[in-house]
């Protein structure tokens, strides 16, 4: 083996940046627990808010320092871990849409023009089931429908005046109303992306799909489904006020002072007694090493605290950093909160006055060790609390650039808003004041006024990034346009099933990983321990590339993981299998070995390559967990390429070096499988026969029965219900009925009291009121029955659905002809490829059928939906992996054959000398599958069963269909008479 040195030092490198990348997710799993530990009484209750103002106290704070070279804060530590998905550890996840009817509508100034309305009609029900922008569906509709009709003079309005003339051709309307278009989706994900931190929530992910005009959001932790879909698509409200400067404020602010003070007083009159039990418990040894650092802040707070109430002076203003800026830690902001929101505080206040938080934490200098600071703003609201100037006066505001070259925004207003801007700056240059800009309660910006500014073009400049400019930029537009977002799907999983799915996960898991790990060691004895060591290194080089890029672990994710090692496995059986035929007929270790590596190496490649074809498939067209599928199996496939086939030859080749003696079987394992003579192709008409009759019946079942499409592909409403005991199926759909007025299908979840209810109850309307009335229809129906409580929820619109079904297709399709233009130009002959699209066709074939039959046999939930075609696309890959490596076998033979011989028997001969090899890899396969459809859970138990029967049949598939295709088309093809085969 060449370049030895390099691949050990490459081993441990890697090895080493792993462990740095999984040692975050320790420690922030170190942190949780010390959160916890803190936020738990004696007695045992919890209490969530003491965790996370625990949280907040350390998420600016140094928390781990790595050999010393660097110190992480919490903040650092959690945008560097492995987190954990929604189906683990409940949450919300929403994928929302920004109306382009509603842009397009407004562009055009609300124009009620009969055949721009109809246009919109038109795209609005062809965008159902078409995979083009709406934008180009309304174009399209209004143009064959008015042949001739220019579109300036629907968009020459108030609203793009200076953008489109009346004289501006159709090309340039086009391209300005798509660019507003997208626009509009980049404001609501910077407006989105400031809500979802409303939520108190960590880590919630956002992000623009793209080439659509949609966002997903996924909020861990959320609880009140309700409050985030009303926040999500509530309207966004950008208003202008006055900056009140807290210097005028000083006798109410001193006032305020003295009622704190009082507070503060009284209560520590009161806590004097109890002070020596909190000092022990202070003291108690079983506290964390964090948890006491705390404690000691706190007394050292609290020492400093006793020393400013001497001094007369409250948190108001103690725990303001610089003192009296009004600025707070973001683990004081509670505390702030609480002062204010007391009547008595309340109305020490102007009336006229309102208290409002900046929208994020920043810093007062330029040392980089200061911890950001969240500046408190004190804001002129008027008499009747309404804005002077609000979001429907700016026209544009874009990223620009000041007198000085720095990044800055300018916005332009309408004439309303230029007429109300040039008084009100003027005002406010002559008193030196600021005027705030706030979105949704927030305040974004405060710049100062210098001079008038007549002409309603402004320039705000501060110390703005790029990044900081065009989100200010996207928050004055905000109101300029209506854009508002509807939800189009919503998955809720709550914190019970994301419980029971990390520990059926944790199980999976280890179940699995121990069976590889046994099955590998009884079979091929020390080699064995080997190829352990190769997949528990895969398994630590998968979960460091996880850490890495900061993913996130989903139940489908794991499913990946344990695949990706029973390929793993495959490879070093490839490998182990060659070296023993070596062996077998006498050659020395050392030469076996070689010989092994170099006949397995095609194979190997072949398999993987395929393998990966698809994974990526998946990445392209695969959402939500399905995209965690794909990610944690590409990842571990490329890992196993690198444990499996550099990593093994550089321990065998150590230990031959020293002359150490390796075993690759036991003596009862020595001819595993080797001595079974079944004739393939003489009997591949009874084994067509067989195979057509599965696929007569499937087909005859399914065009009686149909298949039991999921919401993924149709649309609807799922609930997952949980009740205290187990309830009659036919009394929960009975009242269901009555209550939804249509009948809903109800299966049982699982083996305990839980219910899996789907509906397409007011499905094609998205607003929130019909979400809402689904889930009280539902809570309705259910209290008939007994005391139920919703677990999980998931609502896909048909325009989701649509989409789903047509990125299934593409994928399948997509998938299939990779891989068979990767055959074909490996094997160079288009009878390999031919055999192997056939036995994958076949193998999806058998499958579906079987699906259809079993569908109202199997105790659980059978559906078709993206988890399905995941696992079709799996054994999709598997197959083709198993065809390849036979195919490699049998390449080998017929290029071996001699005279005289037949190509059926040469062929045949390959599948019994492959056959150790294909039953060795399929058993450990099929143990980690079974081990995965046992403990996975039910949230994966469709998806595990499709991969179960599949990987069983994509195995016949290979042997009895695909191969003695290739030999009817090569026999003919040669002009030859087929002769019975040999075995």
């Known amino acids: 083996m060449q370049n030895k040195g390099f691949v050990g030092v490459l081993t441990i490198v890697v090895t080493l940046l792993c462990v740095y990348y999984l040692s975050f997710t320790l420690i922030s799993r170190n942190v949780q627990k010390d959160a916890t530990a803190y936020a738990t009484a004696p007695d045992g209750t919890f209490n969530p808010d003491k965790k996370q103002k625990y949280l907040d106290s350390v998420w600016h704070k140094p928390v781990y320092s790595f050999l010393g070279l660097k110190d992480f804060t919490y903040e650092e530590i959690k945008n560097s871990e492995i987190s954990l998905g929604l189906d683990l550890q409940g949450g919300m996840h929403v994928t929302l849409e920004v109306s382009p009817v509603d842009i397009i509508r407004g562009l055009s100034g609300n124009n009620q023009d009969s055949a721009f309305v109809k246009a919109l009609q038109t795209a609005r029900v062809q965008s159902r089931t078409s995979q083009q922008n709406f934008s180009t569906l309304f174009f399209n509709a209004y143009r064959q429908d008015n042949p001739g009709r220019r579109l300036a003079p629907l968009f020459s309005t108030a609203s793009t005046r200076g953008r489109i003339s009346l004289n501006a051709s159709d090309s340039e309307v086009i391209s300005i109303v798509e660019e507003e278009i997208d626009n509009a989706v980049d404001r609501s994900f910077t407006i989105l992306s400031n809500r979802i931190d409303q939520f108190g929530t960590s880590q919630p992910n956002i992000q623009r799909l793209p080439g659509t005009g949609r966002i997903q959001i996924e909020i861990p932790g959320a609880e009140n489904p309700a409050r985030v879909r009303k926040l999500l698509q509530g309207v966004a409200k950008l208003e202008f006020w006055d900056v009140v400067e807290p210097t005028t404020l000083n006798p109410a602010l001193m006032s305020i002072n003295d009622i704190l003070m009082k507070e503060q007083r009284e209560k520590s009159t009161s806590n004097t007694a109890q002070a020596p039990a909190q000092d022990q418990t202070a003291a108690d040894s079983t506290a964390s090493a964090l948890e006491k650092s705390l404690a000691n802040a706190a007394d050292s707070s609290k020492a400093g605290l006793d020393s400013l109430q001497n001094l007369n002076i409250s948190p108001l203003f103690s725990l303001s950093e610089p003192p009296y800026s009004f600025r707070y830690a973001l683990k004081d902001t509670a505390e702030i909160n609480r002062i204010f929101r007391k009547e008595d505080v309340k109305n020490r206040l102007p009336r006229n006055v309102g208290v409002f938080w900046a929208a994020k934490a920043d810093k007062f200098t330029t040392d980089v060790n200061e911890e950001p600071k969240l500046q408190l703003y004190f804001l002129d609201l008027g008499r009747n609390r309404k804005a002077r100037l609000d979001g429907q006066s700016i026209v544009n505001a874009r990223q620009d650039l000041d007198e000085k070259a720095q990044p800055a925004v300018s916005m332009t207003m309408n004439s309303t808003g230029t007429r109300i801007w040039a008084k009100w700056t003027e005002e406010a240059a002559t008193k030196g004041s600021r005027i705030a800009i706030m979105l949704d309660n927030v305040v974004y910006s405060a710049p100062g006024v210098n001079e008038a500014i007549p002409y309603g073009s402004s320039i705000i400049s501060g110390n703005f990034t790029s990044e900081e400019a065009k989100d200010l930029a996207n928050i004055l537009k905000a109101g300029s ?80 993981i344990l695949l990706s090692l029973a390929i793993a496995v495959d490879a070093n059986v490839l490998i182990n299998e060659r070296v023993k035929e070596d062996l077998n007929e006498g050659k020395p270790l050392n030469i076996a070995i070689a010989n092994g590596y170099k006949n397995a190496f095609s194979a190997i490649i072949d398999s993987n390559v395929t393998t990966l074809i698809k994974g990526f498939v998946l990445l392209a067209f695969g959402s939500g967990l399905i995209y965690g599928f794909a990610v944690t199996l590409i990842i571990g496939i490329l890992c196993s390429l690198f444990t499996s086939v550099l990593f093994t030859r550089l321990i065998f080749e150590f230990f031959v070096k020293r002359g150490k003696q390796i075993s690759f079987s036991f003596p009862w394992s020595k001819n595993l499988f080797r001595n079974i003579k079944i004739d393939f192709i003489g009997n591949r008409k009874i084994y067509y026969g067989v195979s057509g009759a599965v696929i007569v019946a499937g087909i005859i079942s399914l065009a009686i029965n149909g298949l039991n499409y999921g919401v993924d592909f149709k649309g609807g409403r799922t609930f997952i219900v949980g009740f205290e005991s187990p309830q009659d199926i036919d009394a929960i759909r009975s009242n269901l009925t009555e209550s939804f007025g249509e009948t809903p299908e109800v299966k049982t979840y699982g083996f305990d009291n839980k219910y ?61 002809g990779l891989m068979f233009l990767y ?116 949230t994966i138990k469709g998806f595990t069963f499709a991969m179960l029967i599949g990987v069983l049949i994509g195995t016949y598939s290979s042997l009895c269909i695909g191969t003695p295709v290739l030999v009817d088309f090569s026999t003919k093809k040669a002009g030859r008479k087929l002769e019975p085969a040999k075995a």
């Open 823 to 938: 055959i074909l130009i490996r094997f160079r002959k288009w009878q390999f490829a031919l055999g192997t699209m056939v036995s994958l066709i076949h193998t999806v074939f058998v499958v579906v059928s079987l699906y259809s039959l079993l569908a109202n046999v199997m105790p659980f939930s059978m559906q078709i939906d993206q988890a399905f075609i995941a696992a079709i696309l799996t054994v999709i890959g598997y197959s083709i992996n198993d065809s390849v490596v036979v195919f490699d076998r049998v390449r080998e033979f017929l290029t071996g054959m001699k005279s005289g011989e037949s190509t059926p028997t040469v062929i045949n001969n390959a599948l019994n000398d492959t056959l150790s090899r294909t039953l060795i890899t399929g058993m450990s396969t099929i143990f980690v599958i079974i081990i995965l459809f046992i403990f996975g859970g039910e």
């Open 481 to 560: 346009l209506p854009a508002p977002t509807t939800i189009l799907e919503e998955a809720v999983v709550g914190p019970t099933l994301g419980a029971e799915s990390i520990q059926n996960g944790l199980i999976s898991i280890v179940v699995g990983f121990l069976i590889i790990i046994v099955f590998v060691v009884v079979t091929y004895s020390s080699a064995g321990w080997v190829a352990d060591a190769a997949v528990v290194l895969n398994l630590f080089f998968l979960l460091g590339v996880l850490a890495s890029l900061n993913a996130a672990l989903t139940l489908p994710g794991i499913a990946g």
């Open 756 to 816: 899996q209810i789907t509906t397409d109850f007011m499905v094609e309307d998205e607003s929130e009121d019909a979400t809402n009335l689904a889930e009280a229809k539902l809570t309705e129906g259910l209290s008939k029955t007994g005391s139920a409580k919703i677990l999980s929820s998931t609502k896909v619109g048909p325009t989701i659905a649509s989409d789903i079904r047509k990125s299934a297709v593409y994928a399948l399709a997509i998938a299939m």
